[in-house]
């Protein structure tokens, strides 16, 4: 067949096309609706997560830097064998 037969154009060809997936076409938007949700959420935990690691790592180096947290390490050596 034909589209001349049905004397249809191109829009009208189209036009019942969209009409007879619109459900199909629906159903796919919600979802990419909700998978736009979900990944703008996990950027968003992303974007906090760096933010506070920032704010830690600089808080350490301050504390660091000021003297406050020392890191005290044994030489290898000073360890002592203990007795089986």
Do not use: N
């Not at 933010?51 to 360890?79: F, M, N, Y």
């Amino acid at each position: 067949m034909r589209r001349s037969q049905f004397k249809l154009d191109e829009s009208a060809i189209e036009a019942e096309a969209i009409r007879r997936s619109s459900s199909d076409l629906e159903l796919l938007d919600r979802m990419l609706t909700s998978l736009e949700s979900r990944r703008d959420k996990a950027l968003g935990c992303v974007a906090e997560y760096r933010a506070s690691l920032a704010q830690q790592l600089w808080e350490s180096t301050d504390r660091i830097i000021d003297g406050k947290d020392v890191l005290r390490l044994e030489h290898p050596s000073s360890k002592r064998p203990t007795a089986a």
